[in-house]
């Protein structure tokens, strides 16, 4: 149930004022409660959320990693895991997962236990099936050049070296460079050791770092000589550093503004979807100065 200058369907229209008729129909001393779920709550009418219709709003959010080791048990009752199967770890690689995604990757592990004839799920079983939700399935056949493997090797190298370097980057999981069906040649995939809520300036400059360590190692290893192979760390490292300056108030020279008029999301977290332009051509370049700059 939208607002009508959203979408602008008489239909929608017309069931959203039905639907408000009959709330206020209910006889208040019969105890009807009335319960109602939404992946967009950003585009409610304002009406249905009133107090006395929809007055009460219960964010069901993304598990923690305690609560997604909970949903993982619960999945993992109907496949048997071997006793080297640790399901704290496999909650703390899945971070942003949700109870769906969770069963999925417990369907996916014994799937690959059948297939090599186990009669048990194992870790490795488990951290293959996160590798093929999160990042495809392993392309072996692909046929890479010697020359493009050694690239690929010194860029997630590159990545690698420098999550090590830094102050502020997760630990370093694993490093490979076995392309991926999304079109990866290879990843460095870091664990990290506890949820984040909050991210300091100096740890989310170390993220850069770590996002344009890939870069840096074909830059000094081939003296100049890039590839595209950069070019999702740049689109990533980019978004970040514009946030920085934008939205999280981290540039001396703009100071603690926002720019920008972000959608509202009263409910959701993550990402901005979009944002109005509310500021000056002198602003804006000020803002694309401040994010080359980081």
């Known amino acids: 149930a939208g607002r009508g200058m959203v979408f602008g ?61 909970d949903i993982l048990r619960v999945h993992s009752q109907k496949a048997k895991l071997a006793s080297n199967a640790d399901l704290r770890t496999i909650a703390s690689r899945t971070p942003g997962m949700v109870g769906a995604d ?8 014994a799937l690959l236990a059948a297939r090599r004839g186990a009669d048990q799920v194992e870790q490795r079983d488990l951290e293959e099936a996160i590798d093929r939700v999160m990042l495809g399935l392993e392309k072996k056949s692909r046929c890479m050049s010697p020359e493009e493997k050694q690239r690929v090797a010194y860029h997630e190298s590159g990545h690698a070296l420098v999550a090590l370097s830094v102050e502020h980057a997760d630990p370093v999981h694993r490093v490979s460079i076995i392309p991926r069906s999304i079109g990866a040649l290879g990843h460095m995939l870091q664990l990290p050791t506890q949820e984040r809520y909050l991210l300091t300036k100096p740890e989310l400059e170390d993220r850069i770092a770590v996002m344009l360590g890939g870069r840096g190692a074909e830059d000094l290893v081939y003296a100049g000589v890039v590839s595209t192979g950069a070019s999702d760390d740049l689109q990533r490292a980019s978004e970040l550093a514009r946030q920085m300056v934008t939205q999280y108030g981290m540039s001396l020279q703009l100071g603690n503004l926002t720019y920008g008029a972000p959608m509202a999301q009263r409910f959701l977290s993550g990402p901005l979807a979009d944002s109005a332009r509310n500021y000056s051509e002198r602003t804006a370049q000020q803002i694309d100065d401040e994010v080359r700059a980081l």
């Open 9 to 69: 369907h008489d239909e929608r229209e017309q069931t959203l004022n039905q639907l408000l008729v009959e709330m206020d129909g209910f006889d208040p001393t019969k105890g009807v409660v009335i319960m109602a779920a939404t992946n967009t709550p950003e585009v409610l009418d304002p009406a249905l959320l009133r107090a006395g219709r929809f007055d009460r709003q219960v964010v069901v959010d993304r598990p923690d990693v305690k609560g997604r080791e």
């Open 102 to 109: 969770l069963a999925n990757i417990i369907n996916e592990a």
